[in-house]
């Protein structure tokens, strides 16, 4: 069964914070750029992405500030899940053949 880990982003103006603790600055602050290009999530969903996470709730409040929601798979499970894979495929080579 798959299981889940959950990190919420607050982002504001030129910077975000996590429920982890992180804070992290945003280069350019929001109120420098015309209405139409305030995109302050991208570069949190971009670095948040990487690392695995992926958006399962957005709320905005107004172009400065938003409070992003993410999952990924729990990490433990993970690797609980590459240890079965290899134990099958353990179990399930032909005696008859060497490695």
């Known amino acids: 069964m798959d299981t889940w880990e ?14 982890s603790g ?4 945003l280069h350019g ?8 290009v305030r995109f302050i999530a991208t570069p949190v969903l971009n670095e948040l992405g ?12 107004d172009l400065r500030e938003c409070r992003l929601v993410l999952k990924r798979r729990h990490r433990e499970a993970e690797d ?14 032909s005696p008859g053949l060497a490695r």
């Not at 695995?52 to 957005?58: I, K, N, Q, Y």
């Not at 609980?80 to 080579?93: E, I, N, P, Y």
């Open 29 to 36: 602050k929001a109120s420098d750029r015309p209405a139409a």
């Open 80 to 93: 609980v899940d590459a240890t079965q894979v290899l134990a099958s495929r353990h179990r399930h080579r």
């Open 6 to 19: 959950y990190l919420e982003a607050h982002v504001v103006d030129d910077h975000w914070l996590d429920s």
């Open 50 to 61: 990487a690392q695995g996470w992926e958006l399962v709730a957005l709320a905005m409040n």
């Open 22 to 25: 992180r804070r992290v600055a």
